[in-house]
């Protein structure tokens, strides 16, 4: 698991229950719900894939850097998208942070700018999750483990988001 912070590459990030990773750009903002954002490096590489074919048109920023999908976090061996509508417990060595997701992390057109023309559909359904961090805590590069996966109840996900 490795935390991302804008363009930066840090090693740990500080989490904070309901405002999000600080530092990053949307830290205590008014969206709580959507304060951290993890995506799978598998999709990515699925991505990569995808839109490279088998190297007929070789793309120059191959191969493709998760960080630029603008994730939070990017995890490797988690299934990230099997993680919506849960609450669940991410621990990345410092102690356990439970966290809510609520929304996927949908794909914008910006992605075939970083990626590859393309990539925007077909990252859809494949992009990620928001969720809302509900405890304080430390996340860093290396092994994490993802447990309490429970679903979120229906009157939950019927509320406003917003």
Same mark, same amino acid.
């Given at each position: 698991?490795? $935390? *991302?912070?804008?363009?930066?590459?840090?090693?740990?990030?500080?989490v904070?229950?309901?405002r999000?990773?600080?530092?990053?750009? *949307?830290?205590?903002?008014?969206?709580? %719900?959507?304060?951290?954002t993890?995506?799978?490096?598998?999709? +990515?590489?699925?991505? /990569?894939?995808?839109?490279?074919?088998d190297?007929?048109?070789?793309? $120059?920023?191959?191969?493709?850097?998760?960080?630029?999908?603008r %994730?939070n +976090?990017?995890?490797?061996?988690?299934?990230?998208?099997?993680?919506?509508?849960?609450?669940?417990?991410?621990?990345?060595?410092?102690?356990?942070?439970?966290? %809510?997701?609520?929304?996927?992390?949908?794909?914008?057109?910006?992605?075939?700018?970083?990626?590859?023309?393309?990539?925007?559909?077909?990252?859809?359904? &494949?992009?990620?999750?928001?969720? /809302?961090?509900?405890?304080?805590?430390e996340?860093?590069?290396? $092994?994490?483990?993802?447990?309490?996966?429970?679903?979120?109840?229906?009157?939950q996900?019927? &509320? %406003?988001?917003?």
């Open positions: 698991m490795a $935390p *991302y912070e804008g363009d930066e590459h840090p090693s740990s990030a500080r904070r229950a309901h999000g990773i600080v530092g990053d750009r *949307y830290f205590g903002t008014r969206f709580p %719900r959507a304060a951290v993890l995506i799978a490096a598998e999709q +990515i590489e699925w991505l /990569e894939r995808e839109i490279a074919g190297g007929l048109f070789p793309l $120059p920023n191959s191969p493709f850097d998760p960080a630029l999908a %994730r +976090i990017v995890t490797s061996g988690i299934d990230v998208d099997t993680l919506l509508h849960t609450t669940f417990t991410l621990d990345a060595g410092h102690g356990p942070i439970q966290f %809510r997701s609520l929304t996927a992390a949908n794909p914008c057109g910006w992605m075939n700018d970083v990626f590859a023309p393309g990539a925007h559909r077909a990252l859809r359904g &494949r992009a990620g999750i928001r969720c /809302e961090p509900l405890d304080d805590g996340i860093s590069v290396g $092994p994490a483990t993802v447990t309490d996966v429970r679903p979120v109840p229906t009157d996900l019927r &509320r %406003r988001i917003w």
